[in-house]
């Protein structure tokens, strides 16, 4: 089955509509779900929406700037076209049907967006993820991206890492299809997206300062827009506009 059919089995799946649904206008409309996986399932409670926000006002996008927490096992996975995986510490096995669901989610086209809060290589919070993949992706493994992959020019172009703070150069995906079905982050992107209610950064950023969290927000924007486009933008037709936002 070809990444393109895969995409379209995942759209029906439970006899849903569209990941994202049109809106009025047709206006396509974003929703993000946030998986509950352990007791330290949201770190950074403002993390995601403030990442929406700034998709709205960048993009042509209309995004629910509401984020659900949903649990792994529930039918309602099929309903977003990313699920954001955040987290700190260690936590146990999920259940059989958690994992069945959440491998269907992938095999149909879902993107998993997983976001260490630890900033912990090595930490309870990455061994747990680790452990879990195995068991959704049995085969499969966790690699580095490559830094000319499209997802650094799905939008923005990108040309380094950026969270709340640096530990490592680079971004882990599992692939399936020619698409990355799993996006694993370590170096805390919530941190840097976090803002309270009255518009204060919630976390300082190291060690590259402000212009670290503008690019962890031109990463995010670039990693929703990949979940939503996949390898669009590998489409040679795009190379003069890519061009030109590089001049």
């Keep these: 089955m070809n990444a393109r059919r895969t995409r379209r089995a995942f759209l029906v799946e439970g006899a849903l509509l569209s990941p994202f649904l049109l809106g009025a206008a047709g206006k396509s409309d974003l929703r993000i779900a946030q998986l509950e996986v352990g007791a330290g399932w ?22 629910e700037l509401e984020v659900p927490g949903i649990l792994p096992d529930a039918p309602q996975l099929f309903r977003h076209p990313l699920l954001y995986w955040a987290g700190t510490g260690g936590f146990a096995p999920m259940s059989e049907d958690a994992i069945r669901r959440l491998r269907r989610f992938v095999m149909y086209g879902g993107t998993l967006l997983i976001d260490s809060a630890d900033a912990d290589p090595g930490g309870a919070f990455d061994v747990s993820v680790r452990r879990e993949l195995t068991r959704i992706l049995p085969g499969t493994e966790l690699g580095r991206l490559p830094n000319d992959h499209v997802l650094y020019k799905s939008f923005y172009l990108v040309d380094t890492q950026a ?15 020619k698409r990355e079905a799993v996006l694993y982050c370590q170096n805390d992107l919530g941190g840097a997206w976090a ?12 060690p590259g300062g402000e212009r670290q969290r503008e690019m962890a927000y031109r990463l995010g924007i670039n990693m929703l827009m990949y979940a939503l486009c996949l390898d669009y933008k590998e489409d040679l037709v795009h190379a003069p506009f890519i061009l030109k936002r590089r001049r």
């Excluded at 949201?42 to 995004?63: C, G």
């Design 42 to 63: 949201n770190p950074r409670p403002t993390a995601m929406r403030r990442l929406l926000w700034e998709l709205t006002q960048r993009t042509s996008i209309e995004a």
């Design 163 to 177: 969270g709340r703070i640096l530990r490592t150069p680079y971004i882990e995906s599992i692939r399936l299809e």
């Design 195 to 206: 803002r309270d209610a009255f518009g204060r950064w919630e976390y300082p950023v190291s």
